[in-house]
Structures are given as structure tokens and as C-alpha cells.
Nanobody, 128 residues
């Protein structure tokens, strides 16, 4: 069982930055792929970014490409989503999720159904 806890959300002005952290309750986070997702009010959950277990490959949804960066520190059992040049449309609850690497068979996925463990989410609000 993997427990994930997100932190770092808050209120930021358009053009600002936030750094989201995802702390995992396991000592072998290197055995898991990590994904970040978000859900805005009245909208479906959207995959934002994902990263392989070693951190060598990443993937982003088009709307955040060039603005967000996903990374991980397996020694600290932590994943990071650095968000720059934030826009009002980035406002949402952000969730991190994890799935054992062997289940992905090398695929990078932004489909929530591929992920097994989820955090409780952290609110990000971009507004002036």
C-alpha cells in the first residue's frame, strides 16, 4: 500500500510559480511511476504530467508543455511538479498518483485509470 500526500498548493497571481510536492510512504519509490493530475470545478480529471521510475522519461499534456516540469527524488521518496507562468485556467485541485512500474511495461500514461494509488489533492488557484 502506498500513501501519497501532496503539498505546496495555494493562491498565486497569473504569471507566478508554485512548486507542488508529493511525499510517498514507501522506501522504494523507484519501483513506481508517478503521475500528476488535476480537476477543475465542473470538469473531468485531466492528466498533467508523468515520469518513469528512474526519472529518465517524462511526458506532459500540451497545455502545460514548456511551463511545468516534473521531477523526482527517489532517495527522499518525493515527486515534484514545478509550475511556472501559471494561468487562470491552471486553477484546479492537483493530485499525484503512483503505479508499480512493471504494470506500465514502459508506457508513459496520462490516463487516470492506469494509476493505482492517489493522494488527497492540493488546491491551486491562479487569480489576480
Amino acid at each position: 500500500q502506498v500513501q501519497l500526500v501532496e503539498s505546496g498548493g495555494g493562491l498565486v497571481q497569473p504569471g507566478g510559480s508554485l512548486t507542488l510536492s508529493c511525499a510517498a510512504s514507501v522506501s522504494n519509490l523507484e519501483a513506481y511511476y508517478i503521475g500528476w493530475f488535476r480537476q477543475a470545478p465542473g470538469k473531468e480529471r485531466e492528466g498533467v504530467s508523468c515520469i518513469t521510475s528512474s526519472g529518465t522519461r517524462t511526458y506532459y499534456t500540451d497545455s502545460v508543455l514548456g511551463r511545468f516540469t516534473i521531477s523526482r527524488d527517489n532517495a527522499k521518496a518525493t515527486a515534484i511538479l514545478q509550475m511556472n507562468s501559471l494561468k487562470p485556467e491552471d486553477t484546479a485541485v492537483y493530485y499525484c498518483a503512483a503505479v508499480p512500474s512493471y504494470r506500465m511495461r514502459g508506457r508513459l500514461s496520462l490516463s487516470g485509470s492506469d494509476y493505482e494509488y492517489w493522494g488527497q489533492g492540493t488546491q491551486v488557484t491562479v487569480s489576480s
